[in-house]
Protein backbone atom coordinates (compact mmCIF):
# COMPACT_ATOMS: atom_id res chain seq x y z
CA UNK A 1 0.00 0.00 0.00
CA UNK A 2 1.10 3.33 -0.79
CA UNK A 3 0.59 6.06 1.49
CA UNK A 4 2.34 10.12 1.12
CA UNK A 5 2.09 12.11 4.09
CA UNK A 6 2.43 15.82 4.38
CA UNK A 7 3.68 17.88 7.21
CA UNK A 8 1.98 21.26 8.16
CA UNK A 9 4.41 23.61 10.40
CA UNK A 10 0.89 24.91 11.77
CA UNK A 11 -2.88 25.21 11.05
CA UNK A 12 -2.85 28.80 9.76
CA UNK A 13 -0.60 30.32 6.86
CA UNK A 14 0.85 34.17 7.88
CA UNK A 15 -0.09 36.87 6.08
CA UNK A 16 -1.13 40.22 6.74
CA UNK A 17 -4.54 39.74 4.89
CA UNK A 18 -6.25 36.78 6.79
CA UNK A 19 -9.08 36.20 4.06
CA UNK A 20 -6.40 35.90 1.54
CA UNK A 21 -4.62 33.36 3.82
CA UNK A 22 -7.32 31.39 4.52
CA UNK A 23 -8.72 31.12 0.67
CA UNK A 24 -4.72 30.12 -0.11
CA UNK A 25 -4.73 27.53 2.84
CA UNK A 26 -8.18 26.45 1.33
CA UNK A 27 -6.48 25.89 -2.29
CA UNK A 28 -3.43 23.89 -0.83
CA UNK A 29 -6.67 21.78 0.87
CA UNK A 30 -8.03 21.03 -2.27
CA UNK A 31 -4.78 20.29 -4.03
CA UNK A 32 -3.72 17.61 -1.44
CA UNK A 33 -7.59 16.07 -1.52
CA UNK A 34 -7.00 15.81 -5.13
CA UNK A 35 -3.67 14.01 -4.75
CA UNK A 36 -4.95 11.62 -2.31
CA UNK A 37 -7.76 10.76 -4.84
CA UNK A 38 -4.35 9.99 -7.29
CA UNK A 39 -2.40 8.06 -4.18
CA UNK A 40 -6.12 6.09 -3.75
CA UNK A 41 -6.53 5.52 -7.76
CA UNK A 42 -2.69 4.43 -7.74
CA UNK A 43 -3.72 1.48 -4.87
CA UNK A 44 -6.73 0.22 -6.59
CA UNK A 45 -4.67 0.41 -9.64
CA UNK A 46 -2.11 -1.99 -8.66
CA UNK A 47 -4.31 -4.24 -6.74
CA UNK A 48 -6.37 -5.35 -9.42
CA UNK A 49 -3.55 -5.46 -11.83
CA UNK A 50 -2.46 -8.23 -9.51
CA UNK A 51 -5.70 -9.58 -8.90
CA UNK A 52 -6.04 -11.60 -11.84
CA UNK A 53 -2.90 -12.97 -11.86
CA UNK A 54 -2.68 -13.81 -8.10
CA UNK A 55 -6.13 -14.54 -6.93
CA UNK A 56 -8.01 -15.28 -10.56
CA UNK A 57 -5.12 -17.54 -12.01
CA UNK A 58 -4.53 -19.39 -9.05
CA UNK A 59 -7.87 -19.96 -8.04
CA UNK A 60 -8.52 -21.00 -11.92
CA UNK A 61 -5.07 -23.47 -11.56
CA UNK A 62 -6.91 -24.89 -8.39
CA UNK A 63 -10.20 -25.71 -9.68
CA UNK A 64 -9.15 -26.97 -12.96
CA UNK A 65 -6.50 -29.49 -10.96
CA UNK A 66 -9.90 -30.57 -8.65
CA UNK A 67 -11.66 -33.14 -10.51
CA UNK A 68 -14.30 -33.44 -8.10
CA UNK A 69 -14.95 -29.95 -8.19
CA UNK A 70 -14.82 -29.94 -12.19
CA UNK A 71 -17.33 -32.97 -11.97
CA UNK A 72 -19.65 -30.87 -9.84
CA UNK A 73 -19.91 -27.64 -11.79
CA UNK A 74 -20.29 -29.63 -15.28
CA UNK A 75 -23.21 -31.84 -13.63
CA UNK A 76 -24.92 -28.14 -12.29
CA UNK A 77 -24.58 -26.73 -15.46
CA UNK A 78 -25.77 -29.49 -17.05
CA UNK A 79 -28.86 -29.97 -14.87
CA UNK A 80 -29.49 -26.02 -15.38
CA UNK A 81 -29.37 -26.41 -18.97
CA UNK A 82 -31.26 -29.56 -19.20
CA UNK A 83 -34.54 -27.73 -16.65
CA UNK A 84 -33.92 -24.69 -18.72
CA UNK A 85 -34.28 -26.59 -22.14
CA UNK A 86 -37.74 -28.22 -20.73
CA UNK A 87 -39.26 -25.45 -19.76
CA UNK A 88 -39.03 -23.21 -23.19
CA UNK A 89 -39.91 -26.48 -24.60
CA UNK A 90 -43.10 -26.72 -22.91
CA UNK A 91 -43.76 -23.37 -23.41
CA UNK A 92 -43.13 -23.39 -27.33
CA UNK A 93 -45.50 -26.37 -27.45
CA UNK A 94 -48.15 -23.95 -25.37
CA UNK A 95 -47.60 -21.41 -28.08
CA UNK A 96 -48.04 -24.15 -31.27
CA UNK A 97 -44.71 -24.13 -31.82
CA UNK A 98 -42.27 -26.83 -33.25
CA UNK A 99 -39.48 -26.74 -30.09
CA UNK A 100 -37.85 -29.68 -32.17
CA UNK A 101 -37.45 -28.14 -35.42
CA UNK A 102 -33.89 -26.64 -36.35
CA UNK A 103 -35.10 -22.57 -36.85
CA UNK A 104 -37.02 -23.33 -32.92
CA UNK A 105 -34.71 -25.24 -31.04
CA UNK A 106 -31.83 -22.73 -31.85
CA UNK A 107 -33.81 -19.87 -30.49
CA UNK A 108 -34.59 -22.02 -27.29
CA UNK A 109 -30.96 -22.88 -27.28
CA UNK A 110 -30.61 -18.77 -27.17
CA UNK A 111 -32.84 -18.66 -24.30
CA UNK A 112 -30.86 -20.74 -22.31
CA UNK A 113 -27.72 -19.31 -22.85
CA UNK A 114 -29.42 -16.03 -22.65
CA UNK A 115 -30.85 -16.89 -18.54
CA UNK A 116 -27.67 -18.75 -17.53
CA UNK A 117 -25.68 -15.68 -18.00
CA UNK A 118 -28.48 -13.12 -16.37
CA UNK A 119 -28.18 -16.06 -13.95
CA UNK A 120 -24.59 -15.04 -13.01
CA UNK A 121 -24.60 -11.63 -13.33
CA UNK A 122 -26.88 -11.96 -10.26
CA UNK A 123 -24.78 -13.67 -8.64
CA UNK A 124 -21.75 -11.64 -8.68
CA UNK A 125 -20.18 -12.41 -11.48
CA UNK A 126 -18.93 -9.99 -13.98
CA UNK A 127 -19.03 -9.98 -17.77
CA UNK A 128 -15.32 -10.46 -18.71
CA UNK A 129 -16.07 -7.38 -21.05
CA UNK A 130 -16.68 -5.21 -17.24
CA UNK A 131 -13.67 -7.24 -15.97
CA UNK A 132 -11.56 -5.81 -18.38
CA UNK A 133 -12.75 -2.11 -17.87
CA UNK A 134 -12.25 -2.28 -14.15
CA UNK A 135 -8.05 -1.36 -14.30
CA UNK A 136 -8.98 1.60 -17.07
CA UNK A 137 -11.46 3.49 -14.35
CA UNK A 138 -8.81 3.63 -11.85
CA UNK A 139 -5.76 4.40 -14.59
CA UNK A 140 -8.44 7.22 -16.02
CA UNK A 141 -8.85 8.22 -12.28
CA UNK A 142 -4.67 8.49 -11.38
CA UNK A 143 -5.17 10.66 -14.46
CA UNK A 144 -7.94 13.17 -14.17
CA UNK A 145 -7.15 13.61 -9.89
CA UNK A 146 -3.07 14.33 -10.43
CA UNK A 147 -5.01 16.68 -13.95
CA UNK A 148 -6.84 18.49 -11.08
CA UNK A 149 -3.89 18.88 -8.71
CA UNK A 150 -1.94 20.29 -12.18
CA UNK A 151 -5.02 22.51 -12.41
CA UNK A 152 -5.55 23.79 -8.98
CA UNK A 153 -1.62 24.81 -8.38
CA UNK A 154 -1.98 26.90 -11.79
CA UNK A 155 -5.13 29.05 -10.11
CA UNK A 156 -3.10 29.23 -6.99
CA UNK A 157 0.16 30.93 -8.75
CA UNK A 158 -2.22 32.73 -10.88
CA UNK A 159 -4.79 34.32 -8.40
CA UNK A 160 -1.90 35.03 -6.08
CA UNK A 161 1.11 35.35 -7.82
CA UNK A 162 1.89 38.77 -6.71
CA UNK A 163 2.21 37.80 -2.94
CA UNK A 164 3.29 34.16 -2.96
CA UNK A 165 6.93 33.30 -1.84
CA UNK A 166 9.04 32.42 -4.57
CA UNK A 167 9.06 28.44 -3.68
CA UNK A 168 5.38 28.04 -4.60
CA UNK A 169 5.94 29.47 -8.15
CA UNK A 170 9.48 27.04 -8.36
CA UNK A 171 7.22 23.78 -7.11
CA UNK A 172 4.62 24.77 -9.30
CA UNK A 173 6.88 24.78 -12.46
CA UNK A 174 8.94 21.58 -11.27
CA UNK A 175 5.14 19.66 -11.14
CA UNK A 176 4.39 20.62 -14.85
CA UNK A 177 8.39 19.83 -16.10
CA UNK A 178 7.60 16.26 -13.91
CA UNK A 179 4.26 15.63 -15.77
CA UNK A 180 4.93 17.36 -19.29
CA UNK A 181 1.87 15.09 -20.79
CA UNK A 182 -0.18 15.03 -18.60
CA UNK A 183 -2.31 17.62 -19.44
CA UNK A 184 -2.81 15.98 -23.11
CA UNK A 185 -3.38 12.99 -21.78
CA UNK A 186 -6.17 14.15 -19.93
CA UNK A 187 -7.12 15.84 -22.56
CA UNK A 188 -8.27 13.36 -24.80
CA UNK A 189 -9.69 11.29 -22.06
CA UNK A 190 -12.17 14.27 -22.10
CA UNK A 191 -12.59 14.77 -25.33
CA UNK A 192 -13.01 11.88 -26.86
CA UNK A 193 -15.49 12.05 -29.03
CA UNK A 194 -13.12 13.82 -30.98
CA UNK A 195 -10.44 11.75 -30.26
CA UNK A 196 -12.24 8.71 -31.06
CA UNK A 197 -12.99 10.25 -34.60
CA UNK A 198 -9.72 11.01 -35.19
CA UNK A 199 -10.02 14.94 -34.59
CA UNK A 200 -8.15 17.39 -33.02
CA UNK A 201 -9.97 20.00 -30.71
CA UNK A 202 -10.47 22.03 -33.12
CA UNK A 203 -12.15 19.35 -35.48
CA UNK A 204 -9.30 19.23 -37.66
CA UNK A 205 -8.00 15.66 -39.13
CA UNK A 206 -5.31 14.59 -36.69
CA UNK A 207 -1.98 14.76 -37.75
CA UNK A 208 -0.72 11.08 -36.63
CA UNK A 209 2.87 11.09 -35.70
CA UNK A 210 4.75 7.43 -36.21
CA UNK A 211 6.82 5.90 -34.08
CA UNK A 212 7.42 3.24 -31.73
CA UNK A 213 5.37 3.71 -28.33
CA UNK A 214 4.49 1.82 -25.51
CA UNK A 215 5.10 -2.26 -27.77
CA UNK A 216 2.65 -0.49 -30.82
CA UNK A 217 4.00 0.49 -34.04
CA UNK A 218 2.54 3.52 -35.31
CA UNK A 219 3.44 3.48 -39.01
CA UNK A 220 0.68 6.41 -40.49
CA UNK A 221 -2.31 8.11 -40.11
CA UNK A 222 -4.75 5.62 -39.20
CA UNK A 223 -2.39 4.44 -36.29
CA UNK A 224 -4.72 5.78 -33.76
CA UNK A 225 -4.29 4.37 -30.21
CA UNK A 226 -6.96 5.27 -27.52
CA UNK A 227 -7.00 4.88 -23.88
CA UNK A 228 -3.90 2.08 -24.02
CA UNK A 229 -2.43 0.51 -20.88
CA UNK A 230 1.47 -1.77 -21.39
CA UNK A 231 2.20 -2.38 -17.88
CA UNK A 232 1.91 0.56 -15.54
CA UNK A 233 2.13 3.20 -18.00
CA UNK A 234 -1.52 4.93 -19.63
CA UNK A 235 -1.35 6.82 -23.09
CA UNK A 236 -3.46 7.87 -25.63
CA UNK A 237 -3.09 9.82 -28.98
CA UNK A 238 -3.31 13.88 -27.87
CA UNK A 239 -4.35 16.92 -29.47
CA UNK A 240 -1.21 16.85 -31.45
CA UNK A 241 -1.03 13.69 -33.28
CA UNK A 242 1.58 12.13 -30.67
CA UNK A 243 1.02 9.04 -28.89
CA UNK A 244 2.04 9.77 -24.85
CA UNK A 245 1.92 7.97 -21.86
CA UNK A 246 1.56 8.68 -17.95
CA UNK A 247 3.09 6.18 -15.92
CA UNK A 248 0.60 4.93 -12.79
CA UNK A 249 3.51 4.78 -9.96
CA UNK A 250 4.91 5.53 -6.65
CA UNK A 251 7.48 6.86 -8.72
CA UNK A 252 4.90 9.26 -10.49
CA UNK A 253 3.82 10.43 -7.14
CA UNK A 254 6.55 10.58 -4.88
CA UNK A 255 8.14 14.42 -6.59
CA UNK A 256 4.44 15.38 -6.78
CA UNK A 257 4.24 14.89 -3.55
CA UNK A 258 7.71 16.30 -2.82
CA UNK A 259 6.15 19.42 -4.52
CA UNK A 260 2.88 19.89 -2.61
CA UNK A 261 5.19 19.33 0.96
CA UNK A 262 7.12 22.38 -1.01
CA UNK A 263 4.08 24.61 -1.35
CA UNK A 264 3.69 23.86 2.08
CA UNK A 265 7.02 24.54 3.46
CA UNK A 266 7.42 28.08 1.70
CA UNK A 267 5.10 29.98 3.80
CA UNK A 268 4.75 30.84 7.60
CA UNK A 269 2.72 29.36 10.28
CA UNK A 270 1.02 29.48 12.75
CA UNK A 271 -0.76 27.26 15.49
CA UNK A 272 0.01 23.72 16.23
CA UNK A 273 1.47 21.57 13.41
CA UNK A 274 -0.11 18.26 11.88
CA UNK A 275 0.85 15.10 9.78
CA UNK A 276 -1.68 14.08 7.34
CA UNK A 277 -3.04 11.81 6.68
CA UNK A 278 -3.83 10.70 10.12
Avoid at 18 to 39: H, M, Q
Avoid at 103 to 128: C, D, Y
Avoid at 150 to 156: A, I, Q, S, V
Amino acid sequence: MHVYEFNYPGMIIILSDKDTAWAIKGLIDDIENSFTEAAVALNLFESERLRPHEELHNNDLQKSADPEFLMKNWEEERNKRIELTTKYQAQFISEGKDPYSYEQSMNIHELVETALRHEKWKSGVFPRSYEHKIIFIYAKAFVSALDMVGKLLHFLWKDYKNILPQGVTDQKDKFFQILPQLKGVRDSLQHHEHRGRGLDKNGQSLDIQPGSKGGINIIGNKSLVLNHLNGNKFGTTINDGQFVEVEISDQTMKPVQQCIQGIIDSFSWEGIGSCRPN
